[in-house]
């Protein structure tokens, strides 16, 4: 049998997560709770003009902004939601909803996992991310509001356009019109002096 994610992360020994995991299933762990407040400031991300936008690209590239956010962090979390969807992935699909929280629960529990610091991290990102599409929908919606301003004063255009291109057919046919009875006067007169 390979691997689990626990085992690839470095977080578990394998016989260290069969026990925990034996233990969880029996419900020999105290169930995790965490219900003291999180304090979370998010004024400084609201205040950022986010440098990690690729203004060249229309589509947000949101590990991109993971990556760059980074620097308005005031640490590095070791355990971030990430890592707890891996385990959460890493459970049997068959295994009920309400026994996959449990038995995450009771890991995170046993693993010493901070949830306070998991779950201020999952601000962050979502703070961020919010951050970073309200700055890209604004570029964006800027543009297709002058588009569509262009696309309106190019209507106008083509309108006076066609009605000037109007204007020439019809003069050329009155120019063509207007020459040939010139010219047909001419060579009316012209036959009677040259003509026997």
């Given amino acids: 049998m390979g691997r689990s994610i626990f085992e690839k992360l470095g977080l578990v020994e394998a016989n260290e997560l069969k026990e925990v995991s034996e233990a969880t299933m029996e419900g020999g762990l105290q169930s995790w709770q965490h219900n003291e407040p ?82 201020k991290d999952a601000e962050f990102r979502k703070t961020v991310l919010d951050h970073a599409n309200q700055k890209k929908t604004i570029k964006l919606q800027t543009e297709l509001d002058d588009n569509v301003k262009k696309i309106e004063e190019l209507k106008v255009e083509i309108e006076q356009l066609s009605i000037r291109n109007n204007d020439i057919m019809s003069a050329i046919e009155t120019n063509r019109a207007n020459i040939d009875d010139a010219v047909s006067f001419v060579d009316y007169t012209m036959a009677f002096i040259e003509g026997d």
Avoid at 91 to 105: A, D, G, I, Y
């Fill in 38 to 119: 999180l304090v979370f400031d998010s004024a400084d991300i609201a205040n950022i003009d986010p440098p990690y936008i690729n203004i060249e690209s229309d589509v947000i590239d949101i590990d991109e902004v993971y990556e760059a956010s980074k620097i308005h962090m005031d640490s590095i979390p070791s355990v971030t939601v990430c890592t707890i969807r891996d385990m959460l992935d890493s459970l049997p699909n068959e295994m009920p909803q309400k026994t996959k929280k449990t038995t995450l629960k009771n890991l995170m529990n046993s693993l010493g996992y901070d949830p306070a610091q998991i779950k």
